[in-house]
Nanobody, 113 residues
């Protein structure tokens, strides 16, 4: 199982960014996927989840209405569209396969002017 995140970078407050996570080594379409983040000095937290069947989504209260998780099973990729970003959302963002507990290397997002 391998997960490779990309799309991070420097974003101004209020700006947008789309993260991608490309998976390999398992049947991507059969598994729930999730995004997490870890800010400096803080524990890793769950941001969003998308199921394999039906693509049902769930979000942390702090990101509802601003972040959107989606998936493209044909590309083995899960996305995180982030809008109206705040400085406190500066973190390393990771995707995860909850069934396996496998983590990617993460992608850094810095929200700063």
């Amino acid at each position: 199982v391998q997960l490779v995140e990309s799309g991070g970078g420097l974003v101004q407050p209020g700006g947008s960014r789309r993260l991608s996570c490309t998976a390999s080594g398992f049947t991507f379409s059969s598994y729930t996927m999730s995004w997490h983040r870890q800010a400096p000095g803080k524990e890793r937290e769950l941001v969003a989840v998308i199921t394999s069947v039906g693509g049902r989504t769930n979000y942390a209260d702090s990101v509802k209405g601003r972040l959107t998780i989606s998936r493209d099973n044909a590309k083995n990729t899960v996305y995180l569209q982030m809008n109206s970003l705040k400085p406190e959302e500066t973190a390393v963002y990771y995707c995860n396969v909850p069934s396996f507990g496998t983590w990617g290397q993460g992608t850094q997002v810095a929200v700063s002017s």
